[in-house]
Structure formats: structure tokens, C-alpha cells
């Protein structure tokens, strides 16, 4: 059957010589169209970090408080694949360890599959009911801005103590990183 | 005309069906049943993960060279594998089975040709209470850490993942601090990951080996020699005899 169908589509000609297919070219045209459209229906599309946020916040800035925002929601509600998609694949957390001067004691959670660990195993089993970033100081160079942050998680405040870093990719914002416990201990 | 047209509306829908075929298989695929999938009876087949709670994107299936699940003993385990020779090695903390409560709890020492060695606890159990991430406990014990994961590329191809934990601590009375490398993932039977039919956790323990690097590239060379082959779990089953 198919063969016969291309044996048509390839070799038959009219009296002028056109092939068919030339002369059914604006027929085939439709079909290749809706194959198109078809495939780029379940093609992955280029989202994540900020972009994937609903409503899309428009600017950088906005973006990047949205960002964070959603950090802090996501972790209230465990939505883990949602967090997921806000970090950079080389993004890491770290704990300061409230000694911002001494950067030996920190401690590390390197890339996306310790950064979802931290979450699961540490984050999430205190169910925070609140962890809503505030006090934001944003600065942006470019694709990267760097941000300090006062968190608080349920009855936890820590006064800008968090810093985060973002990256721009596209038109979308993602987490770098994390440092927390960036407040210094009082003596 | 009329045969012209005939042809043409078979043109059309070959290419649209071409396109849909092409288009949605993989999502149609699994319920035509064209998709095998491991089940509980394969052989020395399991499902790996970096955690139990949920499935994380580092899910595999793997082809194992021993039994790690819980209709056997995980005693059963080689004591010898490659340059490895292994000795019991039990735990003697009355508090860790009292705490975990596990079903099987297996722990070994095991040493290579070049003076290396490795503990490789196997721990068991039906539900969550046996299986504390190693770090929460490194944490409860003072150690300072930093986590991550690695892969293992296995011999016959594909490549599994676990974390690791590099900690250090500074005991009293010492000037350098200790140093462990730590290595993990857990094991299921099938890929319906339920709690119920047993979970395995396969942990690797060491002090450090030249660079943090080297070290896990060492338990890597240890973990290879009990798993063969990993893949998505259809792969795998395809790939079985």
C-alpha cells in the first residue's frame, strides 16, 4: 500500500510534465503543518525558574521577588518538583553557620540532588507554616543579581541573614544559591 | 479526477496518522502494553533511587549480582567481590536497632589489595522508621558535612546515583579531625516502590583516600561490582532476557 502511495506521489505526471506532488504541494502543505504543531504540542518547552511562575511576573525585579516568593511557598505547601525547577542545576545551599566571617565551617549541599535532600529530609519534616522571605535587597549586574533577605520560617527570624543568588537564563530567573545563617552570633 | 482525488485523501491521512503515531507513541506505548516493566519475579532486578518518599529524577532500574530485597538474606551477600574481602562487622550499639528497628541490618568491613577499606551496611526494613538519612544522624553527632550525589557507571552501561556526605569532626584530644565519606542509595524490589514489600538501604563508609574525588571514586569501583547494568526501568526490562 505505501509503496504504491509513493510510487504515486514521486513518479506521476501530467500532460506538462509537473509531478503530482508539485501540483498537490498546497494540499501537503496542511498536513505537514498540523504534524508541526502536533509535535511542538509535547516538544519540552525551554521554562523553568521564573518563567514558570503563574502570574509571569514582567521585569527583572519582579521576577527575581517572585523567585523567592515562590521558594518560600513551595516549601510551605511540599511541592517539591515545583521547587526543583526554580535552581540552576550547579545551584548549591549553604549554612553559614552564623559565622559570615569564617567561611571553613560551612556547610555545603551541592547541586540539585542535595539541595532536593535538604528539602525532603531537613526542610519539609518541620512543617513550616509560614517561610516568607522579607526586608528584600536586590542587586542586579546583568544575568546575575544577588539578593539579602530577612527569612522567617514559622517562628524563626533571622534578619538579613539569607543571601541569594540568581542567575538569568533566557528570559527566565533560576536560584544559584543560598546562604543562610549569614547573621553573626551575638557574643 | 476521481482517482487523483482518492489518492490524495490517502496521501493526507497516511501523513496525518504517520504524524500522530510519531507524535503521541511514547505517551500511547505503555497502554498498548508494548512497554515491559520490572516486576518482583526478574531476576536480581531492582529499582534504585536517592530517595524513598518520593521518586526523584535519579530513579533507575539496575541488574544486580546478588539478592537485595527482603524474601532473601541479605547475609547472603558476597563477602568477596573483585579486590574486596569483607568480615562481619555488627553493630554494637544496642541504641541504633532499638531506634531503626529494622527487619535486616548487615554490617561489614571490607578491605582491597592496596590497604583500602570500606564498611558496607545494608540496612532492611517495611517502613520508614529504619531508614534515617545519614546525615541527619552525622548532624545529631556534631559532624560538620557537606552533601552531594555521584554516579556510578556500571560495566555493562548505564549508571546508578547515590549521595554522599563528606564529614569532618574534631575529636577531643586530636589535632586533625576525623574524616568520613559516606555513600548511599536505597533499593526496591519493583517499581510499585511499596513500603510494604521492603526497601534496602546499600551504604558505603570510609575514612578519606587522597582527595574527596578519589575516595568516591573508590566506593564507586566497590558498588560496581554488586550492580551490572541500569537503565529507565522499560529499558531495562527490554534489555532482559
Known sequence: MLPA??????????????????????????????????????????????????????????????????????????????????????????????????????????????????????????????????????????????????????????????????????????????????????? | MANRTTWSAVAIGLLLAIGLIAVYYPQLAPALGSAPSLSAGDEFTYITDLDFWQRTPRERAVLATSRFDLGHDLNDVPMEVGPWKGVDDPETNREVMILLEPEQYVQRLYDDDQGRYLWLTMVGGRSSQPFHAPDICYDADGWQYDLGSHATALEDGGEIYGLWLHGKKLFEGDTVPEEHVVYYFYLFPDEQRNQADGIVLFKTTSARFGTLEETLAMHEAFVREFFRKAGAPAELAQALP
Open chain 1, 5 to 187: 502511495v509513493c510510487s504515486r506521489l514521486f513518479s506521476t505526471r501530467d500532460d506538462s510534465g509537473r509531478s503530482w506532488l508539485l501540483r498537490s504541494g498546497g494540499i501537503l502543505v496542511l498536513p505537514a503543518i498540523l504534524c508541526v504543531i502536533l509535535a511542538s504540542c509535547v516538544a519540552p518547552a525551554v521554562t523553568g525558574g521564573s518563567c514558570d511562575l503563574d502570574p509571569a511576573p514582567a521585569g527583572d525585579e519582579a521576577a527575581i521577588r517572585a523567585v523567592i516568593e515562590a521558594e518560600g511557598h513551595y516549601v510551605v505547601t511540599q511541592q517539591i518538583d515545583a521547587l526543583m525547577a526554580l535552581w540552576t542545576e550547579s545551584a548549591f545551599v549553604a549554612n553559614a553557620k552564623n559565622t559570615p566571617d569564617t567561611a571553613d565551617d560551612d556547610q555545603f549541599w551541592r547541586e540539585k540532588d542535595a539541595i532536593r535532600h535538604r528539602y525532603v529530609r531537613t526542610v519539609f519534616p518541620g512543617a513550616p507554616a509560614a517561610a516568607a522571605p522579607a526586608d528584600l535587597e536586590i542587586r542586579i549586574d546583568g544575568n546575575r543579581a544577588e539578593v539579602t533577605a530577612t527569612t522567617r520560617i514559622g517562628a524563626e527570624v533571622a534578619p538579613a541573614g539569607d543571601r541569594w543568588v540568581l542567575a538569568k537564563s533566557g528570559q527566565c530567573w533560576f536560584l544559584e544559591s543560598l546562604t543562610y545563617n549569614l547573621e553573626a552570633q551575638q557574643p
